[in-house]
């Protein structure tokens, strides 16, 4: 029984489904929009609003935990930079889901996630 077990495995190990996540958010912060299945943008949903999160507290901690999550280190300057400043008075909700529809070849449900301009 998986009771209060949350997250999902997408049928991969730990290290390549963290891989996935971190590329995948990295993705969303450098592009700050991007299609992908509905399963995995409400994964990477809370991770990419945590970097936000971080680059608004604008501490060295916060650089360095931004900096061991995220593959490309001019993304954690444009997240400290930038984004910190665009959502300065906004207290989070920095993402947005719009379903597309059915994927053509399997079926499976996919979104644009974008971040709120």
Do not use: C, W
Not at 10 to 30: A, I, K
Not at 35 to 51: D, G, L, Q
């Amino acid at each position: 029984m998986r009771h209060k077990v949350s997250g999902r495995r997408f049928d991969r190990p730990t290290g390549q489904r963290m891989s996935l996540y971190r590329n995948l958010v990295t993705d969303l912060l450098n592009y700050e929009e991007i299609t992908i299945s509905e399963p995995r943008a409400k994964e990477i949903r809370s991770m990419a609003e945590k970097m936000i999160t971080l680059g608004k507290k604008g501490t060295l901690a916060s650089r360095r935990r931004a900096l061991a999550f995220v593959y490309m280190p001019g993304i954690v300057e444009k997240v400290f930079e930038d984004l910190s400043k665009r959502y300065a008075e906004r207290p989070g909700g920095y993402t947005r889901m719009t379903k597309l529809g059915p994927r053509q070849g399997d079926g499976a449900e996919m979104v644009k996630l974008e971040l709120i301009k």
